[in-house]
C-alpha cells in the first residue's frame, strides 16, 4: 500500500487560527468602537430628552398658572360688569320711582365700563402669554419624542453591535451600523 505523503495539520491548523484571530481581533476591535461611539450618542441623546421634557413641563405649569390668573382676571371683569348693572339698575328703579336719577350712578355705571376694558386686556394679554408657552412646551415635547427615539435606535444599535462582536459577524455588524446612522440623523435633526 502506497504511504500518503505526511502533511503537518497541526501547524496547518494553527496559521489557520491565527489567521481567524487576525480577522475577528480587527472585526471586535472596530465593533467595539462603534458601539462606543453609539453609547456616547445615546447618552447625549438620553440627557436632552430629559432636558427637553422638563423645560416643557415646567412652560406647561406656567401655561396653567397664567391661565388660572387670566380665569381670575375674566371673573374680576364679570364682577365689575355685575357692580356696573347694579348702579345703572338701582339708577332706574329711581328714576322709576319718580326720583331723579344720581348722577353718581351714571359716574360708577361709566367708571366700571372702563375697568372692565382694562381687566378684559389684562385677561387677554395673559391668554395670549399662555398660548405662547403652551406652543413652547408642545414644541419641546415634539423635540423630545424625537431624542427619546434615537436614544431606542442607539440601543437597539448597540445591542446588534453586542451580537455582532459575539458571533463576529459582519452583516450583524452593518446592521447595527445602519441602525446607529439613523439614530445620529434622528438626533441631529432635533438640533434643526
Known amino acids: 500500500m502506497p504511504e500518503e505523503p505526511e502533511v503537518d495539520t497541526d501547524k496547518l491548523r494553527e496559521t489557520v487560527d491565527e489567521e481567524m484571530e487576525k480577522e475577528g481581533g480587527a472585526l471586535l476591535r472596530r465593533v467595539a468602537l462603534t458601539t462606543a461611539l453609539l453609547a456616547a450618542f445615546a447618552a447625549v441623546a438620553a440627557l436632552q430628552a430629559g432636558d427637553t421634557v422638563n423645560e416643557a413641563l415646567v412652560l406647561k405649569t406656567e401655561a ?65 402669554e399662555r398660548d405662547a408657552k403652551s406652543a413652547e412646551a408642545d414644541h419641546l415635547l415634539h423635540r423630545h419624542h424625537g431624542f427619546a427615539n434615537a436614544v431606542a435606535l442607539f440601543q437597539v444599535a ?5 451580537v455582532a462582536a459575539l458571533t463576529r459577524t459582519r452583516i450583524v455588524w452593518g446592521g447595527s451600523l445602519l441602525l446607529g446612522a439613523a439614530g445620529v440623523a434622528l438626533f441631529v435633526a432635533q438640533f434643526v
Open 64 to 128: 396653567t398658572q397664567l391661565q388660572a390668573e387670566a380665569s381670575d382676571q375674566w371673573a374680576y371683569y364679570q364682577a365689575k360688569g355685575v357692580k356696573a348693572a347694579i348702579a345703572e339698575e338701582s339708577s332706574n328703579l329711581r328714576y322709576a320711582a319718580g326720583s331723579a336719577a344720581s348722577t353718581g350712578a351714571a359716574e360708577r355705571v361709566a367708571r366700571y365700563t372702563r375697568e372692565q376694558e382694562d381687566i378684559q386686556h389684562a385677561a387677554q394679554a395673559k391668554e395670549r
Open 158 to 162: 448597540i445591542a446588534l453591535g453586542a
